[in-house]
């Protein structure tokens, strides 16, 4: 079966009304914004709108896919090995890590879906439903699982999972603090040079919680 993940990418018209769905829902809220701005962004007909997706619930639908497919990729990208032992794992967290932050901090297209989606969370959105259980959901226990593999603790218990919460929610501060980091960095942007130092600074802290939890 063909995950989500692996789905090729909209294009024409169907991206371009996805692309205008993140921006606007995002900063405008989906109750606040029109068919008519959404076909107006993306360069076509209000009738699109229901041509591709039977109207504004379900382009609201296509937008959640979409940050799952994107965000979810970054996770799949990174090869399994046959070789299950601890190092190994923890190669891999590494790995899902600094992709994690080259897609959140280093690209240019994460910033519109975070706001998309912390719009979506505020509201109690059907949207939310749709990322946790496809993307979410299964990607942290990939996670849990990897953290068990390494620390040599259960997997599902309280304290990987709260581990593994932290970990991603440091990645996503960065993105939603941007403005507040770069000003106390003295930074200009958060381009790659910044993003690089980033991923160190998070690598490192990985390294030190999974030592913890190894001498616990």
Not at 33 to 57: C, E, M, P, V, W
Not at 148 to 168: C, I, M, N
Request: hydrophobic share 40%.
């Amino acid at each position: 079966m063909q995950t989500d993940y692996a789905q090729s990418s909209p294009q024409g018209t169907r991206l371009a009304l996805i692309e205008a769905g993140i921006l606007l829902f995002g900063r405008q809220s989906f109750a606040a914004t029109s068919t008519r701005q959404l076909a107006a962004l993306a360069h076509t007909n209000i009738g699109s709108i229901a041509y591709h997706f039977g109207g504004k619930d379900g382009l609201r639908q296509a937008c959640a896919e979409e940050f799952v497919r994107r965000l979810g990729a970054v996770v799949a990208s990174v090869p399994e090995v046959d070789d299950q032992s601890p190092e190994s794992a923890r190669q891999r967290l590494r790995a899902i890590l600094r992709g994690m932050v080259a897609f959140m901090i280093g690209g240019q297209q994460a910033e519109g879906m975070v706001t998309f989606m912390l719009r979506e969370l505020a509201e109690g959105s059907p949207a939310v439903d749709i990322v946790y259980q496809r993307m979410i959901e299964p990607t942290h226990r990939k996670l849990c699982i990897l953290w068990g593999t390494t620390t040599g603790a259960d997997p599902e218990g309280e304290s990987v999972r709260l581990q593994v919460f932290s970990l991603v929610g440091q990645v996503m501060y960065f993105r939603i603090g941007a403005t507040i980091v770069t000003r106390r960095m003295g930074w200009s942007e958060m381009g790659q040079a910044e993003a690089a130092s980033i991923t160190e600074t998070l690598l490192g802290n990985l390294d030190a919680m999974l030592g913890n939890q190894r001498d616990t």
